[in-house]
């Protein structure tokens, strides 16, 4: 009964985050939430008739036993904030969630936890402080956490599967679903190699107001935010703020006086709110972290390539053969109009088959 109370606490209407902490700092447990009578809820401070009428109406325990029958279908695993799994970094946040929905294998209290996250409109140097940052990474027995957004996230996301580093996805809706729906093969990975949190509840929908709040858990659950690339405003910054708030460490990469998309990192040291990190050993500097006594080389897992088209396989190949290529030699190699590679160019990217680098370079996965 224990966790489908809990459900029900955070799925009642009129109890919000603040009275559910309330009624939990009053009452003991959530057990002895439902066990109260009317009387008995109206003598707590600060709790309003509708969270009372909520409590004792029971309106939400049918939705609540749906999604305890969809999360034990699914697998899904349940974090009450209370629990000895939940993320301890997590709970020392006053905005904490109460419950947190997961799935995957990553250990949510590991000892070396970073947020990874910056613009979705990631330039070529965004891409590639990002690949070099998580090939420094490798052997630091580091987790990556980042929230599955176009750009700087799943690039993070992408990078730390094929470098064998557990990653972890924060999401903006409930477990039903991926969105982007584009970062679908990505995230059936992370639940190999990493995993995907949220807490928000199944048929939740990804609404914009979502991601601000999805950003405090990216924040909270990491001893230091990294912010690679990111405008004057967007969700990185957000991130980097929320940090700032709880107290913890925050890093930016800077870049180019002029660069539209380094203003956000550069504004983030200029006014103190960052440190300014150029590779993984400032990151151990600032946290006084130790290098771990180096290990046995493993090799970049190497992800299952999903299906190609006869043209994209031909890319495809032809990139595992030279490693990395120039478009303009792709070109010449394929004798295809530009416009067409292109595309394949675009496609194969978006479905993380290779990567683009600086100087219109293309490397395969």
């Known amino acids: 009964m224990n966790k489908l109370q809990q459900i029900a606490l955070t799925k009642m209407r009129g109890v919000g985050h603040k009275t559910a902490r309330s009624l939990l700092a009053h009452c003991g447990t959530v057990e002895h939430i439902f066990d109260m009578n009317e009387k008995e809820l109206l003598e707590i401070p600060h709790i309003k008739p509708p969270a009372i009428h909520a409590i004792v109406s029971r309106s939400y325990m049918e939705d609540a036993e749906k999604e305890l029958a969809f999360i034990e279908k699914h697998n899904i695993e349940t974090l009450w904030i209370e629990d ?6 997590l709970r020392q946040c006053e905005d904490a969630p109460l419950l947190l929905y997961y ?3 990553a250990n949510l209290n590991a000892s070396r936890m ?7 409109n990631a330039t070529d140097y965004g891409k590639r402080l990002c690949q070099e940052l998580m090939t420094e990474l490798q052997d630091l027995h580091i987790q990556v956490v980042s929230g599955l957004a176009y750009g700087i996230d799943v690039q993070a996301h992408r990078l730390a599967v094929m470098q064998g ?3 972890i996805g924060v999401l903006g809706h409930g477990l039903d679903r991926i969105y982007p729906a584009a970062h679908r093969d990505i995230a059936s990975r992370m639940l190999a ?9 199944s048929g939740t929908r990804p609404d914009k107001l979502n991601f601000p709040a999805r950003n405090r858990i990216i924040a909270g659950l990491s001893d230091v935010t990294i912010v690679v690339e990111a405008a004057q405003k967007g969700g990185a910054l957000i991130t980097a ?3 700032n708030s709880y107290n913890r460490d925050v890093c930016a990469f800077p870049g180019g006086v002029h ?9 983030l040291i200029k006014t103190n709110r960052a440190h300014l990190i150029r590779h993984a050993d400032d990151l151990l500097y600032l946290l006084g972290w130790d290098r771990p006594a180096p290990s046995v080389k493993h ?8 299906a190609l088209t006869k043209d994209e396989q031909r890319v495809y190949d032809i990139l595992q053969e030279n490693d990395q290529l120039h478009i303009d030699v792709l070109l010449e190699l394929l004798s295809w109009p530009m416009s067409k590679l292109a595309i394949i160019l675009l496609e194969m990217e978006m479905n993380n088959v290779l990567i683009s680098l600086p100087g219109k370079i293309y490397k395969s996965l």
């Open 84 to 89: 000895t799994n939940y993320p301890w970094r």
């Open 103 to 105: 799935r995957g294998n």
């Open 114 to 120: 970073i947020s990874v996250v910056g613009t979705r």
């Open 165 to 167: 580093i557990p990653t």
């Open 193 to 201: 190699h990493g995993g995907l949190l949220t807490e928000y509840p």
């Open 241 to 243: 703020e929320i940090a």
């Open 259 to 267: 660069q539209p998309y380094s203003a956000g990192c550069n504004y």
């Open 299 to 306: 090799q970049q897992l190497q992800l299952p390539i999903p």
